[in-house]
């Protein structure tokens, strides 16, 4: 099984809809792909009581219901808080060992796994990780999503920084145009961020007719990404 782990700068750059958007990608090419959300905060609340987490059905969406819920996300909890604080308030705590181990389920049952993190690499996983001790344990290759807002080149190289100095290896950056800028600001912002880091600009997410961000394109002159290669190598050889 190969994987990728998808990070962000921060809390709604647009994690979620970049890996429903790279399993749709990858499903549409023939491979087995699967979504693995270790832990999700932030409940939504139902006039019948009934509790539901956004980001986790659009990943079951993105993946046409194949599989069970409670493994694309294993740990839920509902005050939208970081997992360990969230975690708290309901006299619990996030489970380190099934963060990990619930990416074994997935190993004999798809080609490709993607793995959604939560908030950024320094964002809080248990009382005493953070997303980043998660990723190096995983081993995955590295993906940023950096949305295009003022301070992205800051917030962006400082994500990259972390990365590089705690050893990540890092597939590339993927920008989400979420307020449709304009092509100069674009290109200011990708050019800044090009001469500070060796790190491959992968492409940008961008709208659809219907106002979302769910497509993606390649920089410039760039060739697509090919998503299924930047998995990296099978765990399992």
């Known amino acids: 099984m190969r994987g990728l782990f998808i990070t962000a700068t921060d809390t709604g750059a647009g994690k979620t809809v970049a890996t429903c958007m790279l399993a749709r990608e990858l499903l549409g090419q023939g491979y087995r792909t699967g979504c693995y959300k270790p832990v999700c905060t932030g409940a939504e609340h139902a006039e019948d009581g009934f509790r539901s987490w956004s980001d986790v059905d ?10 069970p819920a409670d493994r694309i996300c294993p740990q839920t909890f509902v005050a939208p808080l970081a997992p360990p604080s969230a975690a708290a308030l309901e006299d619990a705590v996030v489970d380190s ?44 290759p590295l993906l940023i999503v950096s949305p295009l807002i003022l301070g992205t080149i800051n917030h962006t190289l400082l994500t990259i ?33 090009e001469v500070r880091t060796s790190v491959p600009l992968l492409g940008m997410m961008t709208y659809t007719s219907s106002g979302s961000t769910q497509s993606w394109q390649p920089l410039g002159e760039r060739a697509p990404a090919d998503w299924f290669h930047l998995t990296g190598t099978d765990r399992r050889s």
């Open 58 to 67: 659009a990943l079951s969406a993105s993946l046409e219901r194949r599989f």
């Open 97 to 140: 060992h099934l963060l990990r181990q619930g990416v074994e389920w997935w190993s004999d049952r798809v080609d490709v796994l993607l793995v959604e993190g939560v908030g950024g690499l320094l964002c809080p996983l248990t009382t005493e990780e953070t997303v980043a001790d998660l990723v190096r344990d995983l081993a995955f």
């Open 161 to 193: 920084e972390v990365a590089q100095r705690r050893g990540l290896n890092i597939a590339g950056v993927l920008f989400n145009d979420v307020h449709r800028q304009s092509e100069s600001y674009l290109e200011s912002v990708l050019s800044e961020v």
